[in-house]
């Protein structure tokens, strides 16, 4: 039986352009993901930049190789193309996404405009 899809797991995602499979962390929160047909994600890369938009990523952490959620490529996608779990994500991890998308976002100082 598959195990329910929670916020902080590494699942892998088939994105239809182009059409390969990547890891992504899922961002909806838990509360959600039962009753929505879509869910938030950020995708996983192999290209590490170490800016304040992304959360670098080790073996230490369930992943096959050193790698970086991106968090300046949030998206919203539909959750039957969400695959197989890789690994779930800490909660002192999940800090450090909270963080990283605060800034993606714009909201890491408080302000509004």
């Not at 909806?28 to 800016?51: C, Q």
């Not at 992943?63 to 193309?81: F, G, K, L, Y």
Request: with cysteine; glycine share 6%.
């Amino acid at each position: 039986m598959a195990r329910v899809m929670r916020r902080g797991d590494i699942r892998w995602y088939r994105f239809a352009r182009p059409d390969k499979e990547q890891p992504v962390l899922i961002l909806t929160r838990d509360s959600a993901l039962e009753f929505l047909g879509e869910v938030t994600i950020a995708p996983l890369t192999s290209t590490i930049r170490r800016i304040p938009s992304e959360v670098a990523l080790t073996p230490s952490d369930g992943v096959p190789r050193e790698c970086a959620v991106n968090m300046d490529h949030v998206q919203t996608v539909s959750q039957a193309r969400i695959g197989r779990l890789i690994a779930t994500l800490p909660m002192h991890r999940m800090e450090e996404v909270r963080s990283a998308l605060l800034f993606a976002l714009g909201f890491d100082r408080g302000e509004l405009i």
